[in-house]
């Protein structure tokens, strides 16, 4: 890896919106995933991936830029599964099955009717895999401000989320209105994915949202540190599969690099199973830890 | 601080899509009592709950706490839901968590004060839950969880505490520690108890008063003036008997009726 900082690495334009736009988009999607993980909504959030597919390849047949075709569909698919969805989580589920089934379809037809058009399949690796050398630098604006308007809305309604995350009834209890917050948590998940879309590509954004987010999970004991790890090891796996990406054109003699999505995804991959063995977990499970059978034993009333 | 009862529950009724699901239900919860509100399951306990925490709608009747009609958020309220299983995946530990029933329905952040830290531990050693006060909540057995929904409960200084079936799913040592527990803690606190339970002879020594509810309709009074034969036959609509043994209660219908709405009885055990 001894081409790893060569003379221009850092001063490359591409290289430079790639960090930029990584990193902001592992933030928010590691933040955002914290909270998708507790509040179970995992597959939510890989059917948003699925709808943002249908925007990104739609917006590349409209000739828009694919963020935007990301960011729109998503957050239109949203609030879609909120207002199909009832309370219930079995019929959020159906709900989220629903809409992903149509809007997967959709997707088939924009990216045929995409590689017609440009005569070209790159358009399908673009948009289902990424291709964050690509972007264009002025995307930078747009997602800075959406990167912050949804960390923003996190923020103020933290304390309600968070309660809502543990138990709706208990939420609901206190005059917290359940479906708002959770329809608010559904927009920031749609700009989550958007998000990392444009940096992993859309079907693998899921990795991006759920793996960090996991990984700290089960690394600390408070929601605070949680966070701060998710979004650490988002920003670390990306820049890292960055740079690997980038040293990879060196790695064999045709000169082809691999794409940087299959580092990102591999390294959240490595993270996660290593935070899985027994010496690390031992370090964060509670001094009194009890055998996990009594969520058994209560749920069978 | 008002003389009006903590709660009353005037005539309500409510009815789900044509179905009566309470039928002009009345009783009144006197400052820092203990109340069972005993019957089976699907009874109607957990929507009478809700109807007190304002989540669900009269069909007539009202509901006061401390003699002020019900509002969204009642801060007087404390409650623990029926079922709350705290995930393996929710990164806070117990104390986190309590301290979560201070302010968790307002917006934005802010720095939890001296005096709401000190709340919390005060609280948390309440409950006896400091010993797992700082593991992370979803590790904590049915029992631990258990106090410290408890705790959340009662860190907002309610005057009224609602617990949804708290002893379902324990084990009879557990149940026998949360019912004594709630009991001092409903004396220390000077907070009144409405505790729903399908079961009620764990409830007996510590029941001030009773609110038995079946068919949509409810009795209510101390357990001796309630738990007679002659009240819960007219209850139930067909005749009950009513045995008092060693300290325990047992109802039973007659043979040919219909049992399967009395609440179930516990293994007899020799204490």
Redesign the interface.
């Given at each position: 890896m001894h081409y790893l900082f060569e003379p221009g690495f850092f001063s490359s334009s591409p290289v430079r919106v790639a960090f930029a736009i990584g990193a902001v988009s592992a933030i928010v999607s590691a933040i955002v995933g914290?909270f998708t993980?507790?509040r179970?909504q995992s597959f939510a959030g890989h059917a948003l991936s699925d709808v943002a597919t249908t925007g990104g390849s739609g917006a590349f047949f409209f000739n828009l830029s694919p963020l935007v075709g990301f960011l729109g569909a998503g957050v239109l698919g949203a609030g879609a599964m909120e207002a199909v969805g009832v309370q219930r989580l079995r019929g959020r589920d159906v709900a989220t099955g629903i809409v992903l089934g149509f809007a997967t379809g959709l997707a088939a037809l924009f990216l045929y009717l995409d590689t017609t058009k440009s005569a070209t399949t790159g358009v399908s690796q673009q948009i289902l895999f990424g291709s964050i050398f690509t972007l264009d630098p002025s995307t930078i604006p747009l997602v800075v401000v959406m990167s912050v308007i949804t960390l923003g809305v996190l923020?103020?309604?933290?304390?309600?989320l968070?309660?809502s995350?543990?138990?709706p009834?208990?939420?609901?209890?206190?005059?917290?209105s359940v479906r708002v917050i959770g329809l608010l948590f559904m927009l920031a998940l749609a700009v989550a994915v958007g998000l990392s879309s444009i940096a992993v590509g859309s079907l693998l954004s899921t990795a991006l949202l759920i793996g960090p987010a996991a990984t700290?999970?089960r690394l600390?004991?408070?929601?605070r540190?949680?966070l701060i790890v998710a979004g650490a090891l988002g920003v670390a796996a990306t820049w890292v599969g960055i740079i690997l990406a980038y040293d990879s054109f060196y790695w064999f003699t045709s000169s082809q690099g691999l794409p940087v999505s299959f580092f990102i995804v591999a390294l959240i991959f490595l993270g996660y199973l290593l935070s899985g063995l027994p010496a690390v977990r031992r370090r964060t499970?509670?001094?009194?830890?009890?055998a996990?059978t009594?969520?058994l034993?209560?749920?069978?009333? | 601080m008002s003389d009006a009862p903590v709660l009353e529950v005037d005539h309500v009724s409510v009815s789900f899509g044509g179905r009566t699901i309470l039928d002009e239900v009345s009783f009144d919860v006197q400052r820092g009592e203990f109340t069972g509100l005993i019957g089976s399951n699907g009874v109607g306990k957990t929507t009478l709950l809700r109807a007190i925490l304002g989540l669900q709608r009269l069909a007539s009747g009202e509901i006061r706490v401390e003699g002020e009609a019900l509002s969204r958020h009642n801060h007087r309220l404390g409650y623990v839901p029926q079922k709350v299983v705290l995930d393996v995946d929710i990164p806070m530990r117990a104390r986190d968590f309590v301290a979560l029933g201070l302010d968790a329905q307002r917006f934005g952040f802010s720095r939890r004060t001296t005096a709401q830290r000190d709340r919390v531990d005060e609280i948390l050693r309440d409950v006896d839950a400091e010993r797992f006060a700082d593991s992370r909540v979803g590790s904590l057995s049915g029992g631990e969880q258990q106090r410290v929904l408890i705790a959340h409960a009662l860190v907002g200084e309610p005057s009224l505490l609602l617990l949804d079936e708290p002893l379902a799913n324990l084990d009879p040592k557990s149940v026998q520690e949360i019912v004594s527990l709630l009991h001092r803690v409903a004396n220390d606190h000077d907070v009144a108890v409405l505790l729903s339970a399908h079961e009620m002879n764990a409830l007996l020594p510590v029941m001030d008063r009773i609110v038995y509810v079946t068919n949509g309709r409810a009795a209510s009074g101390t357990t001796d003036e309630v738990v007679q034969s002659d009240v819960l036959s007219a209850l139930y609509g067909h005749h009950v008997d009513v045995l008092k043994l060693h300290g325990r209660v047992l109802v039973i219908a007659e043979p040919g009726q219909d049992d399967a709405e009395i609440p179930q009885h516990p293994t007899l055990t020799v204490n």
């Open positions: 914290v993980v507790m179970g923020a103020v309604i933290f304390r309600p968070l309660l995350s543990i138990s009834d208990l939420a609901a209890a206190r005059g917290i700290a999970l600390t004991r408070n929601l540190s949680a499970s509670s001094p009194t830890a009890a996990p009594h969520s034993e209560r749920v069978a009333g | -």
